[in-house]
């Protein structure tokens, strides 16, 4: 038994596409932080357990995600956000697999990402952990930390059509927004470091090189480029409020 997990706010642009995607699985939970759009009524529409977890002054979704996991009724979770698509490749292969003899506990999911209107071979596979047993899950409220898991955890091999479709597609402008939301609450991460000048050499570097040559950007023209470049700034933001944040 699968229960589906989706954090939510204001999450009406996506979310019954979502939801369709996962209908069939036998329980879908929304984890809401108090939204003002229409996005429970589109819970409601699909037959969702609605529980709601404050917003308060959060502006990431990792502090719910713990919250939200618990209130699954099945052992077994798939954590889907509201702008995801779930495969019936991925559906069919998750049964298959919890009803095996050599079940893991967690199963790393490779997502398929597109930016400025394209697919992106320097974002593919990303893996996230996504799908584990939830006694055994622990998942920090903390940016870009992947959860916990206790036990057995393996990877979906990569160009198996087993995936995530990303239905988020970034202009520009929503990667400079994100990178400054994303690297303010870095910040938790980040206490106590220090950032010399090399690293503001080193840093961006290191992540335009592997952004553009080591995982493919160069074969997604233009938009391959500019990404490389927004991971480079995405370190030069960080850092920055790091020494900022130090000198005060």
Known sequence: MISVVINTYNAEKHLAKVL????????????????????????????????????????????????????????????????EIVTPELRHYLYDLISSDDCPDGVF??????????????????????????????????????PTVKGKVIRIPKHSGIVFEHLANDSVSDRLRKTDIYTQNEM?????????????VSRPTHRFVKSYFIKGGFRDGIPGFVYACLESLYQVVMMGKVVEKNNK
């Not at 490779?110 to 952990?129: E, K, S, T, V």
């Not at 991460?189 to 090399?198: D, I, L, S, T, V």
């Open 188 to 200: 938790i991460k980040k206490a106590g470091k220090n950032y010399g000048a090399w690293a503001f």
């Open 20 to 83: 369709e995607s996962v209908k069939s699985f036998d329980e879908i939970v929304i984890c809401d932080m108090e939204s003002t759009d229409s996005t429970l009524d589109i819970a409601r529409k699909y037959g969702c357990r609605i529980v709601t977890f404050e917003k308060k002054d959060y502006n990431i979704v990792e502090p719910a995600r713990n919250f939200a996991i618990q209130s699954a009724s099945n052992p077994w979770v798939l954590v889907v956000d509201a702008d």
């Open 109 to 146: 999911i490779p997502r398929r990402n597109y930016f400025m209107g394209q697919f992106m071979h320097a974002l593919y596979p990303d893996y996230i952990l996504r799908f584990f047993r939830k006694d055994v899950t622990d998942w920090p409220p903390i940016i870009h930390v992947q």
